[in-house]
């Protein structure tokens, strides 16, 4: 006797994709967003966005930091100015994104031992698109002016005084390059970490907010010049 067919069960079901959506959900509703990252865990098209608008920003900063580095020695060229320029709009986003991830993977684990990287790793990857959106700000009221009006490293990174480099002592570029990464953007970029970290992790959003600026403030210390 042969065996009667069986049905086979129907294939589990994959979750839509939200393709560029998310990203844009991330800025304009970002409790619509972290509905999409719990389904979907998506990170491809965030990086997408954010390596745009860096290699966007890298173009239009150039001739200030050409004219900059021209004023110290040894002069790099164009070439190689933009080189450098270039690898850092490939290469932070997705480094950033691994090791925000990571560490809101540790502390959810420390509540849910099945805590999901690749929901972190979205997570992270999605709120960089709101900090790559205040570095084109930046690099755009860079732009406006004459590279030649760019005196020194303050002028240039107060073009768009929406950092704490205002509070830097005058003369000390390494304080100034700290404390400018401090944005107005970055702050709402970490505030959305923590909202995400809160809600997928269910710890009080005080908590999450301590690791997401304690985040920042590492990754402004492992990233300036």
């Given amino acids: 006797m042969t065996p009667p067919d069986l049905p086979l069960p129907p294939e589990p079901e994959q979750p ?17 967003a972290f509905l999409k990252i719990a389904r979907t865990n ?3 098209p965030a990086l997408a966005v954010t390596i745009g608008i860096e290699l966007v920003a890298a173009y239009l900063v150039l001739p200030a930091i050409v004219h900059l580095a021209d004023r110290g020695a040894p002069r790099p ?14 290469a932070l986003p997705p480094v950033a994104a691994l090791v925000i991830g990571a560490v809101l993977t540790a502390a959810a684990r420390a ?12 997570l992270a990857a999605n709120c960089g698109v709101v ?14 002016q004459a590279p030649a009006s760019y005196r020194d490293q303050r002028a240039f990174a107060l073009a768009l005084p ?11 570029d390494r304080e100034l390059g700290f404390l400018s990464r ?5 702050a709402w970029a970490f505030v959305l970490v923590a909202y995400g970290l809160s809600v997928f992790a269910g710890v009080r959003f005080t908590w999450a907010l301590t690791i997401a600026f304690a985040l920042d403030f590492a990754l402004a210390f492992l990233f300036s010049p």
């Fill in 16 to 32: 839509a994709r939200a393709g560029l959506s998310l990203p844009l959900d991330i800025v304009v509703a970002p409790g619509r």
């Fill in 42 to 44: 998506e990170w491809l």
């Fill in 77 to 90: 060229t164009q070439a190689e100015v933009a080189l450098v320029l270039g690898f850092q709009a490939l």
């Fill in 111 to 122: 509540r849910d031992r099945q805590a999901p990287f690749m929901r972190y790793f979205s």
């Fill in 131 to 144: 900090s790559a959106l205040g570095d084109l700000a930046h690099v755009v009221a860079v732009a406006v």
């Fill in 162 to 172: 929406d950092n704490l480099g205002l509070l830097a002592t005058a003369g000390n």
């Fill in 182 to 186: 401090f944005t107005i953007f970055d």
